[in-house]
């Protein structure tokens, strides 16, 4: 799908890194994504820790490892991809889209027999509305049961010596799995190949309009511990910049995707759980069928709305 949409747009949205899953023995995640991998036919190797340093001596995991690669996974451009589609709804839906930048909503109103979206300065009655809200979804959505769970994540960007080890084409995305509910941990190179982005996956509630965008030292230190075991090289290097983001996790890190039970006018999407912008393109296809002809072919089942 993204693929589909670079040549739409004729623009680049995607890079290939490869990309490595790590965990230690006795924690049944890489196995889990060799399964899948498998079972949809792409490209993987797996291997132990100590081959994987071999192959690749930037890396300084524990021998006993268990690893998979995969030689055509990597990164996103998240921002130019955002971009790209706006300007392709503009294209496509001439003067019947309008985009509302920054125009704050302060609740959407489920009293009449159509859903009302209330802005500060007008209200927009829809025929069906897609709610895509993110860590305010629950807030617009007072009524509705799964619980949504806005979380605090804190990354960081680690300077790179001159050598280009760690650039892209040389130094892979990776996602690390250890036992314990925060012991979750990926990175990527970055674009110019001068840092490296890290951080933990998951993380503390916070409330979406009041989050401290400062990072912890602590929580540096947690990171830096983890990359000595890890990729010990960046350990120790300099921050070039930080940055605070919000997931909104779900029971299970499951999606929440489709009408809400006993409204088929009012279709959320909360993929989330910090997974959810790289499956847009998907998402966004069953959004268009499920608002346009209320069905879509794709077996969503396990993602409805409870």
Known sequence: AWRELEAEAGVPLYLRTGG??????????????VANLAEIGV??????????????????????????????????LAARALEVQLDLARTFGGDRTVILDRQPVRRIDLDGNHPRVVLDDQVIVADRLIV?????????????????????????????????????GRFPAFIAIGE??????????????SSVKVARHGGLPVDPDQVDRRIAPAHIEELREFLRTTVPGLADRPIERT?????????????????????????????????????SPLIG???????????????IEPWRPA
């Open 20 to 33: 490595v899953s790590i965990c230690p023995p006795g924690i049944d995640y890489v196995g889990r994504v």
């Open 43 to 76: 490209e993987h190797r797996r291997m132990s820790g100590r081959d994987w340093n071999a192959r690749h001596p930037i890396f300084g995991i524990d021998p006993a490892d268990d690893v998979v690669y995969e030689p055509d996974a990597g990164i996103l």
């Open 132 to 168: 895509t809200a993110g860590a305010w979804t629950s807030r617009l959505l007072t009524g509705w049961t799964p619980r949504l769970v806005a979380t605090r994540q804190q990354v960081i960007y680690l300077q790179t010596d001159e050598s280009r080890s760690y650039a892209i």
């Open 180 to 193: 314990g509910e925060l012991n979750a941990f990926y990175g990527m190179p970055g674009l110019t190949g």
């Open 243 to 279: 940055e605070v983001c919000l997931y909104t996790m779900a029971e299970g890190e499951r999606f929440q995707l489709g009408p809400i039970p006993g409204r088929p006018d009012l279709i959320v999407a909360s993929p989330c759980s910090g997974h959810g912008f790289k499956f």
């Open 285 to 299: 296809k069953v959004l268009a069928d499920l608002a346009i002809d209320g069905q879509t072919d794709l077996d």
